[in-house]
C-alpha cells in the first residue's frame, strides 16, 4: 500500500473484504490518518475525497518473531544497511513487523550485534531482537556449532540486556541447562519475552519455565524431543498450557501438514507462524553459514553441510500464509495465526484496531499478495 500512512495523509480504504484478528468485514471500509487507522466499518463508507478502492481482500501486514536473515545477510553479523535491506525484503513480501534473531555467536559477536542493531528497534525498523542461543542443549542444536553453546548466567544475561539497551524482546533458551530458570526470572523481570527452544528439557522441567515466566516456544517439533505417550516433554507441555505461544514454521519442510493441524487445533489462538528465514532467503541454492556451522541450500531446502538438520528456512511468512490457506484454514484464523497472536505477544496494538497502524496487505482472489 503505497503512501497511505504518509504523516499529513487522511485516505480512505475500501475492499470487498475486510480481514483483522477480530473482525471479518464483507464491504469493509477503513478510514487512515497520519499512517494510523481511525475509523473503520462495513457497508457505505463516508465520503471522503481521497480514496483507494480495492476488489481483492484487505488483512494485516505480518507479524515475524524469528528470522534471521535473506538476501545474503544475516543479521548476527550484517552491517545496518544490510539490515535495512534485509527488512525491506520481507516488506515487500507483506511482513510489516519483524524481530531480527540473532543466532549464537561468541560472546563479542552476539554483544556487537546487538549494540549494532539496537538503534534499528528505536527507530521502529525492527519489532526487536532475539537471541537464539548461546543457552542451547548441544543435543538440540540444530544448526548451532556446539562450541558456541554454554550454560546461562545472570551476569551474562545482564550484560546482553545492557547492550541492547531495551531492544532486546525474546530470548530462546533450554530450561534445564544450570542456572536457566533463575536467568528466566531476570529476562522476565526486564520485559523480554523467554521462549523455550532447542532444548532437552522434559515436561516437569518445561513446566517449571513457564511458571518462571516463559511464554514462547521456538519452532515447536523442531529442536526438542518429540512428543511420546509416556514423555511428552516441551511439545506436550506446548499444545497444553494456554499460557504459551507456540511459533509454527509452515514452509513444507519443517513440519508435516497433519503436525500442522495437530498444533492448530490443540494450540488453537496460540499459533504465531514464523519464517525462520536464514540468510538465503531471496537467493539462489548455494553454500552459507548460520550460527558457526556451514550450511548448504539446495533447492531451496537448507541443511547443515553434513545433512545432520535443518538449518532456518529461505521463506516468508507469506509463503507459511499461503501454505494455511491451502490447508484450508479460514483465511479469518490465518489472519490471526501470521499477525494477530504475534502482536500481542509482542505488546504491539491489535493489528488494523482502530488507533493501530495502518499496515495493510491487498489479496487478490486466491489470496495471493498483490500489494504490500
Not at 519483524?98 to 525498523?125: C, F
Not at 511439545?235 to 495437530?262: M, P, Y
Not at 494477530?340 to 493501530?356: C, D, E, K, T, Y
Amino acid at each position: 500500500m503505497t503512501g497511505i500512512t504518509d504523516p499529513g495523509r487522511t485516505v480512505l480504504v475500501t475492499a470487498e473484504r475486510l480481514v483483522t484478528p477480530s473482525q471479518d468485514l464483507a464491504h469493509g471500509w477503513l478510514l487512515v490518518r497520519d499512517g494510523l487507522v481511525a475509523a473503520l466499518g462495513t457497508g457505505t463508507p463516508p465520503p471522503h475525497d481521497e480514496r483507494e478502492d480495492h476488489r481483492g481482500t484487505v488483512v494485516p501486514g505480518f507479524v515475524d518473531l524469528h528470522a534471521h536473515g535473506a538476501l545474503g545477510h544475516d543479521f548476527t553479523t550484517c552491517t545496518v544497511d544490510q539490515a535495512r535491506a534485509v527488512v525491506a525484503h520481507h516488506r515487500s513480501r507483506g511482513t510489516s513487523a519483524l524481530v531480527a534473531s540473532i543466532a549464537s555467536a561468541p560472546t563479542d559477536t552476539t554483544t556487537d550485534a546487538l549494540r549494532r542493531l539496537g538503534p534499528l528497534v528505536a527507530d521502529g525498523t525492527l519489532a526487536g531482537l532475539h537471541l537464539e542461543g548461546p543457552w542451547l542443549a548441544a543435543g538440540r542444536r540444530g544448526a548451532h556449532a556446539p562450541g558456541l553453546l554454554h550454560a546461562p548466567t545472570a551476569t551474562e544475561a545482564q550484560a546482553f540486556l545492557d547492550a541492547a539497551d531495551g531492544a532486546l524482546r525474546i530470548v530462546t533458551l533450554a530450561p534445564e541447562l544450570p542456572g536457566a530458570l533463575d536467568v528466566v526470572r531476570l529476562l522476565v523481570d526486564a520485559g523480554v519475552v523467554v521462549a523455550i527452544g532447542h532444548t532437552d528439557a522434559d515436561a516437569a522441567t518445561t513446566r517449571a519455565a513457564v511458571d518462571a515466566g516463559a511464554r514462547l516456544v521456538t519452532h515447536v517439533y523442531n529442536g526438542m524431543p518429540q512428543l511420546h505417550h509416556r514423555a511428552p516433554g516441551p511439545v506436550g507441555i506446548a499444545l497444553t498450557d494456554d499460557r504459551l505461544t507456540v511459533e509454527v514454521i509452515a514452509d513444507g519442510h519443517h513440519l508435516d501438514d497433519v503436525t500442522i493441524e495437530l498444533v492448530r487445533r490443540s494450540a488453537t489462538g496460540r499459533v504465531a507462524l514464523v519464517s525462520d528465514a536464514m540468510a538465503a532467503t531471496g537467493c539462489p541454492d548455494g553454500e552459507h553459514r548460520v550460527a558457526g556451522s556451514a550450511v548448504v541450500v539446495r533447492d531451496g531446502v537448507a541443511t547443515t553441510a553434513d545433512g545432520s538438520s535443518l538449518a532456518g528456512s529461505t521463506s516468508t511468512v507469506a509463503d507459511g500464509f499461503r501454505r494455511l490457506l491451502d490447508l484450508r484454514v479460514p483465511l479469518h484464523d490465518a489472519v490471526a495465526d501470521t499477525s494477530g497472536h504475534a502482536a500481542r505477544l509482542l505488546g504491539l496494538p491489535v493489528p488494523l484496531a482502530v488507533g493501530s497502524p495502518a499496515d495493510l496487505l491487498v489479496l487478490d482472489p486466491q489470496h495471493r499478495v498483490v500489494h504490500a
